[in-house]
């Protein structure tokens, strides 16, 4: 079944999870049922969180495991019994399901989604001046990942190499509004920032995501950055494939940094707590940003020409010095003057 907004399914899953907890009572027992109550009958070990081990109506597990994590938490169970937020008296509101699946990426999710929010191929290629050495891509925007994955799959962004401890840089200036340990998450340590039209001087609320980094940053929710802050050190955390199916990995994963963005026309966003989800959101070549200039959905960026898939890329270099002088954004690592 379908995520489909909180609203229209809340009649719907509130008896499909009671059902499947076993309770065949009248609807006024059922309304004494709550998700802390479910919480506590459930999450034997105490841990607060329910294992599919624990959840005794597997077939709808991953209905209620909103963040794919494997487990599912009193936030999630609230949302599911569709609760009032206890500090606005609201219910939470939740993205659009296309949203929601896109950017989720679980495994139930229908792969089309992905491509209908602007995850595929678009060819666009980095370049610089040639007397600067900065660091490249190894692994491209929407790679396909097919051939190697057991569903079909595409690469959510761009890897940039780098050597253990090289700083990350924030490409422009944010907000922090997330931050994962990502300790069962193939993303691994992640820092995600927004950016609002003010910042960057465009139409758009923009996320960038980066992940795999050495440590937690030393970074609060809600902390200011500006161009150019360092952001945290260059790592290889966050489990691979081979792990995730109990399979010995022949080599670690390389240091490097995944680098991504999201963009919407919405302020709105949700924090599943593994993963951030901007209403009505939709993925971005990392390179089409450095255009500076609408438009930037893939769609588009596929269908230009092929001099024009050749964006220069505006930096810093290690000394500080911009380039242009008057940039808004720059490469997540600094350059060096060859």
């Known amino acids: 079944m379908p995520h489909t907004h909180l609203r229209r399914l809340s009649s719907r899953l509130i008896p499909l999870i009671l059902i499947g907890f076993g309770l065949t009572a009248p609807s006024a027992v ?70 929601m699946a896109a950017i989720r990426r679980a495994k139930f999710d229908d792969v089309g989604h992905l491509k209908s929010r602007g995850l595929f191929e678009t060819d666009l290629k980095p370049v610089w001046p040639d007397d600067v050495s900065c660091r490249g891509i190894d692994e491209w925007y929407g790679k396909d990942y097919t051939p190697v994955r057991p569903k079909e799959s595409y690469h959510g962004g761009i890897d940039i190499p780098a050597p253990f401890g090289t700083p990350v840089l924030a490409i422009m200036d944010g907000e922090v509004i997330a931050l994962y340990e990502g300790k069962n998450n193939p993303r ?3 820092v995600v920032l927004r950016h609002t039209p003010e910042e960057s001087g465009l139409s758009l609320y923009l996320y960038s995501r980066y992940t795999h980094f050495d440590h937690m940053p030393k970074l609060a929710i809600g902390q200011r950055v500006k161009m150019g802050d360092v952001l945290g050190e260059t790592g290889n955390t966050g489990v691979q494939g081979c792990e995730l199916k109990g399979i010995p990995c022949r080599r670690p994963r390389r240091p490097v940094t995944h680098f991504d963005i999201l963009y919407s ?50 930096y810093t270099l290690d000394s500080g010095e911009l380039f242009p002088a008057d940039t808004r954004i720059i490469w997540p690592y600094s350059c060096r003057k060859k």
């Open 265 to 314: 026309t919405n302020e709105k966003y949700y924090d599943t707590g593994s993963v951030l989800i901007p209403f009505e959101a939709h993925w971005m070549d990392p390179i089409a940003l450095y255009r500076k200039q609408p438009p930037f959905d893939s769609f588009s960026m596929r269908a230009l020409p092929e001099a024009e898939k050749k964006v220069a890329i505006s």
């Open 30 to 99: 059922w309304a004494e049922k709550t998700a802390a109550s479910v919480m506590e009958k459930l999450d034997k070990d105490g841990d607060g969180k329910i294992s599919r081990k624990e959840w005794r109506k597997k077939n709808i597990f991953n209905e209620v495991d909103l963040d794919n994590n494997g487990s599912v938490s009193l936030d999630e169970l609230k949302q599911r019994f569709g609760e009032a937020d206890n500090s606005t008296g609201q219910r939470p509101d939740l993205p659009d399901p296309v949203s």
């Open 188 to 190: 691994g340590i992640e």
